[in-house]
């Protein structure tokens, strides 16, 4: 039997994700019993161990273990979190949450599918208008999988940064490879394009390109996810580095109408006239139809009243038509 002291150090080794450890200690306890004339256990050990090493998936479990907030230079570059959000939090189309899901089951089965000599879909661009949901599907993914988000600062990386942020983005690209997560490249647009940012247009270039390669480069396990609400300035270049495109277009009648009875569900809303509300609501975003029935249900509290009514969240949609017409003339 192995002594107490190798238990203490396959335990030691597997909680600290110290792999070459556990590994090496269990060959130690394979030896052991082959000395003592067990053969038969001894070489099951070694098969055990040996079937253990050649799983794909071995690097990715212990790189997981050890994440905290990324440290130094990269803290301003990288934020990390934990999100708990599940892709039913969301109202989605069909076209949307089938390819989602498709998405989850492949990273799901990335073992099996990269024993086979194919890889799972891990390079996505999130295409669609704001407050439709691209950033929440960062978290969600993130949130299904188990494993960190990083979301990348771009405006930190150009604007802090100018003259290297390639070297920059290299290293965010490093830990890419190194730790296991969903990074989320928000707005991206600002490094797809020119944009905003003509006084150094040679930098920016670059920046793209270095992007580019090192997207097409990146053989890692984790998740690349690049969102836009431009998708009409990036170029075909950019587009078919990515193994998915996945357009977000504003909510239908049917997606309103959930958003408004998700958001409403803790006061109850009976008699309300749901396909008038939805009506009014078209050419809102997701996040602005949440807006305003959190506006409404504040409404209601701020001044006791202990029902919503039609009337109440017509008019907090209009303000919110109000206030995206403005933000449409202002950009
Ligand atoms: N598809 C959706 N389903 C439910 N809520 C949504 C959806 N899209 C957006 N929201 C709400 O709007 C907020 C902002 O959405 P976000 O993901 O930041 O949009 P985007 O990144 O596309 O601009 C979310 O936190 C959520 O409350
Ligand atoms: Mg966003």
Redesign the pocket.
Same mark, same amino acid.
């Given at each position: 039997m192995a002594s107490a002291e190798q238990v203490k150090a396959l335990l030691k080794s597997h909680i600290t994700g110290d792999e070459s450890h556990f590994f090496s200690v269990a060959m130690q306890v394979a030896a052991h019993e082959a000395k003592l004339g067990h053969g038969k256990l001894a070489g099951e050990l070694k098969a055990l161990i040996d079937a253990a090493k050649a799983r794909p998936t071995s690097k990715i479990t212990s790189k997981t273990v050890p994440i905290s907030q990324p440290r130094g230079e990269l803290a301003d570059l990288l934020q990390a979190s934990y999100p708990q959000a599940r892709l039913s !939090?969301? =109202? +989605?189309d069909e076209h949307?949450a089938m390819r989602l899901n498709r998405i989850i089951k492949e990273q799901q089965s990335h073992a099996k599918i990269r024993a086979h000599g194919l890889s799972p879909r891990r390079k996505l661009l +999130?295409v669609? /208008?704001?407050?439709?949901?691209?950033? +929440?599907? %960062? @978290?969600a993914l993130a949130g299904e999988l188990g494993i960190p988000l990083f979301v990348v600062r771009l405006d930190a990386l150009i604007t802090k940064y100018m003259g290297e942020t390639a070297a920059k983005l290299r290293q965010v690209f490093e830990t890419i490879s190194e730790v296991r997560g969903v990074y989320f490249f !928000?707005e991206f647009d600002a490094i797809g394009s020119q944009r905003g940012l003509a006084n150094d247009v040679g930098e920016i270039r670059r920046v793209l390109n270095s992007f580019l390669q090192m997207l097409e480069q990146d053989q890692s396990h984790s998740l690349v996810i690049a %969102?836009t609400?431009h998708p009409e300035i990036l170029d075909y270049a950019l587009f078919r580095r990515f193994d998915d495109m996945i357009q977000?277009g504003l /909510?239908e009648p049917q997606?309103i109408i959930?958003?408004l009875k998700?958001r409403l569900a803790s006061f109850k809303p009976k008699r309300l006239s749901w396909i008038k509300l939805a009506e009014r609501a078209m050419g809102l @975003?997701?996040? !602005? =139809? %949440?807006?305003a029935a959190d506006d409404s249900l504040k409404d209601a509290i701020i001044h006791d009243r202990a029902v919503i009514t039609d009337a109440d969240i017509f008019r907090m949609l209009e303000e919110r038509k109000l206030i995206s017409k403005k933000l449409v003339i202002d950009t």
């Amino acid at each position: 039997m192995a002594s107490a002291e190798q238990v203490k150090a396959l335990l030691k080794s597997h909680i600290t994700g110290d792999e070459s450890h556990f590994f090496s200690v269990a060959m130690q306890v394979a030896a052991h019993e082959a000395k003592l004339g067990h053969g038969k256990l001894a070489g099951e050990l070694k098969a055990l161990i040996d079937a253990a090493k050649a799983r794909p998936t071995s690097k990715i479990t212990s790189k997981t273990v050890p994440i905290s907030q990324p440290r130094g230079e990269l803290a301003d570059l990288l934020q990390a979190s934990y999100p708990q959000a599940r892709l039913s !939090d969301m =109202i +989605l189309d069909e076209h949307v949450a089938m390819r989602l899901n498709r998405i989850i089951k492949e990273q799901q089965s990335h073992a099996k599918i990269r024993a086979h000599g194919l890889s799972p879909r891990r390079k996505l661009l +999130l295409v669609g /208008p704001p407050g439709t949901g691209k950033t +929440l599907t %960062a @978290s969600a993914l993130a949130g299904e999988l188990g494993i960190p988000l990083f979301v990348v600062r771009l405006d930190a990386l150009i604007t802090k940064y100018m003259g290297e942020t390639a070297a920059k983005l290299r290293q965010v690209f490093e830990t890419i490879s190194e730790v296991r997560g969903v990074y989320f490249f !928000d707005e991206f647009d600002a490094i797809g394009s020119q944009r905003g940012l003509a006084n150094d247009v040679g930098e920016i270039r670059r920046v793209l390109n270095s992007f580019l390669q090192m997207l097409e480069q990146d053989q890692s396990h984790s998740l690349v996810i690049a %969102a836009t609400n431009h998708p009409e300035i990036l170029d075909y270049a950019l587009f078919r580095r990515f193994d998915d495109m996945i357009q977000y277009g504003l /909510p239908e009648p049917q997606q309103i109408i959930a958003v408004l009875k998700n958001r409403l569900a803790s006061f109850k809303p009976k008699r309300l006239s749901w396909i008038k509300l939805a009506e009014r609501a078209m050419g809102l @975003s997701y996040a !602005d =139809i %949440a807006r305003a029935a959190d506006d409404s249900l504040k409404d209601a509290i701020i001044h006791d009243r202990a029902v919503i009514t039609d009337a109440d969240i017509f008019r907090m949609l209009e303000e919110r038509k109000l206030i995206s017409k403005k933000l449409v003339i202002d950009t």
